[in-house]
């Protein structure tokens, strides 16, 4: 009797406490450890909850910090372009964006979670923008991987461009696309990006995607405990002098390329625009803490000095990488 009630109350526990057990939910990485201050968002500001596009778009316009509940489908006519210091959180088993995505351009200490973000056409789900201090957690990107739409009938799922930086991305659940995460949208942004884009992934799960898992230029990735299963052409690529440190991952299924440094941009990635590929300098890659690549390539073709995360984060044990990222990720998880 005894026995089965604290069973009956453990069994209670677990399902209030989504966080899978010996990991942490906060934030961690660049978007917190920089030397511009860890991102808060709408910290110490007005609490709203809004049900409509119209409310959502209103509220998280501006400077004044405000946290925004968001409640429901947003069937959005424009971009959602969201200023500085704001949380915009889905609530309960997460909000929905349809028809258009998320703009975070010349804003700082922006927090997004629980929002799905699905089938935008012809643009990005998220692009970040000239920001800094970006949190991007526990979201859903879906829209299709298929030869008949293509590379280019929908854009990235989340793109972080022209000089943005101090930013993480955890916890995020990534199906069904081509071409997923950008960072540095062009070899000519040289100046803009050089020494900038400093981002953490980690604990994302990717599946069934092309490329850019993430793709970046001139900038500072640190990848870890990531899952990637049938990200079939090219999973992480750094390139144009990009630094990336990959640790503790786990790569599955049909997954073609896992890691490279080569610099070429594959005619995959880019088929309608660079048939023959894309020629690019190199990036530079170090592992961390040992992966697991499965069956799939890496090519390393030059270490760089990027070998050693400046801050604390803990690793989830490489043996329960999958079944904590599948139970940890995307919508519905935060309590
Ligand atoms: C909000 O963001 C701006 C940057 O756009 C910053 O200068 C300002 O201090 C912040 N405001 C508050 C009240 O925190
Ligand atoms: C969203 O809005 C568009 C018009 O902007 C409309 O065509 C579409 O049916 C709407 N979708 C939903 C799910 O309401
Ligand atoms: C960002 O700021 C620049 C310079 O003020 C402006 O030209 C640009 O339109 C802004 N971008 C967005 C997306 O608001
Ligand atoms: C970047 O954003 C800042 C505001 O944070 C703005 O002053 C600046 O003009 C923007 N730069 C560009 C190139 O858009
Ligand atoms: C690996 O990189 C080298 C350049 O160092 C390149 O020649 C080779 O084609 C690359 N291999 C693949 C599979 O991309």
Redesign the pocket.
Known sequence: MKVSLLNTLAYMAALVTAAPSGCDFSLVGFGKDNPIGATTGGKGGRIVTVTTPEALASAVEGNEPRTVYAKGTFNLTSRL?VGSNKSIIGVGKGAEVRQNGV?I??STNVILRNFGIRFIVDNDGITV??STRVWIDHNEFESEFSQEVGPDYYDGQCDIVRGSDWITVSWNYFHNHWKSSLIGNSDVLRDVDFGKLHITYHHNYWRNIGTRGPAGRFGHQHIYNNLYVDFHYQAIHSRSDNQVLVEGNVFKGDTRTALTTYGLVIPEDSPNTSPEGDPEIDGFANLGAKNDFGNSDVNITQKGTFYKAPYRYKLTPLDRVESIVKQGVGLGNLG
């Open positions: 372009r703009t351009a010349n923008q000239n």
